[in-house]
């Protein structure tokens, strides 16, 4: 055995890495566009009012704002559990 099998090729870890990101932006987009969507369009039609488009440019903000609040705290609750854990191991 040559040991290599316990650590992953570094370019095949980089575009897994890559691809799942892409994936959970995809998923993002299509959340947005699902809520967005319920939230704002009343009756298809083959214009957009201004009403609607105005409710859809309102509406993604939000979604963005709120997706980067969340992850903010995620990161912020993460960093706080790791030196929690540091201070406890020390």
Partial sequence: MNGQGATADP?????????????????????????CWEKCMDKPGPKMDSRTDTCFVYCVERFIDTSQFILNRLEQTQKSKGSFSETMSD
């Fill in 11 to 35: 370019q095949l870890q980089h575009f897994i890495e890559i691809e799942s990101q892409k994936q959970r932006f995809q998923q993002l987009v299509h959340q947005m566009t699902e809520v």
